[in-house]
């Protein structure tokens, strides 16, 4: 069965510091897709980034980062240069092609990223 | 993307009673799930609604606590029956076309007293 672990439960920086957030997954499916969602503390979930399991090209998107390694089972997280808007609980997903598994996304338990100023 | 609105927002209820939340995507769409998000947890996965037929629950959620309808490919509804504070909850609406693409809408904050 499809997993996710995100082993950081809380991370506290100041600002302009930069922030890894770490994500495993375990799948037996060889087609799947990669998330990481935000949720400020409206509650609403913004989607970040998706990365198929055929892409491992990192990908950088102004502040933010993603390093995908099929070899660790990893698709960590790095925001650069931390400002206070960042402070959110972010969550990494996953989602099979396979089966019965199709379309559901399964989620990490979520990083509490807190920047103080 | 999709544009997904759900209501209500929020809501405060009373523990025995039933609330059903709606959820409006402006375009057809494949799939629509119904996720749950209790204080200071992940989300969990209620069901798949299915357009036509009856929902598909994950293990641990069952039809008769939570209903699910799903008239077209634009609209579901989830219904928690009989709630208890055990029910207080961020439920939340997701929408996808493929297992590549899933949006969500903001989210119904509901409180069992």
């Known amino acids: 069965a499809q997993k996710v672990t995100q082993a950081q439960t809380e991370i506290s920086v100041v600002e302009k510091e930069d922030v890894t957030l770490d994500c495993v997954y375990e799948?037996?499916?060889?087609?799947?897709?990669l998330f990481w969602y935000k949720q400020p503390p409206s509650g609403e979930l913004v989607f970040l980034i998706r990365?198929?399991?055929?892409?491992?090209q990192n990908e950088i998107s102004g502040r933010y980062s993603w390093n995908f390694q099929k070899s660790t089972s990893s698709f960590n997280f790095t925001i650069t240069a931390s400002q206070v808007v960042d402070s959110a609980v972010y969550f990494c997903?996953?989602?099979?092609?396979?089966?019965?598994?199709?379309?559901?996304?399964?989620f990490g338990q979520g990083t509490i990223l807190t920047v103080h100023p | 993307s999709a544009v997904i609105s759900q209501k209500p927002s929020r809501d405060i209820c009373q523990r025995g009673t039933s609330l059903t939340i709606q959820c409006q995507v402006d375009?057809?769409?494949?799939?629509m799930f119904w996720y749950r998000q209790q204080p200071g947890q992940s989300l969990t996965l209620i069901a798949t609604?299915?357009?036509?037929?009856?929902?598909?629950?994950e293990s641990g959620f069952v039809i008769d606590k939570f209903p699910i309808s799903r008239p077209n490919l634009t609209f579901s509804t989830l219904t928690v029956s009989n709630m208890s504070p055990e029910d207080s909850s961020i439920y939340l609406c997701?929408?996808?076309?493929?297992?590549?693409?899933?949006?969500f809408g903001p989210g119904t904050r509901l409180t069992v007293l």
């Open positions: 997701s929408v996808g076309r493929g297992y590549n693409e899933q949006f």
């Open positions: 799948t037996r499916d060889t087609t799947y897709y």
């Open positions: 990365r198929n399991s055929f892409d491992e």
């Open positions: 997903a996953l989602s099979e092609r396979g089966g019965t598994s199709y379309g559901k996304l399964t």
């Open positions: 375009s057809q769409v494949t799939m």
């Open positions: 609604a299915n357009q036509g037929s009856e929902a598909t629950y």
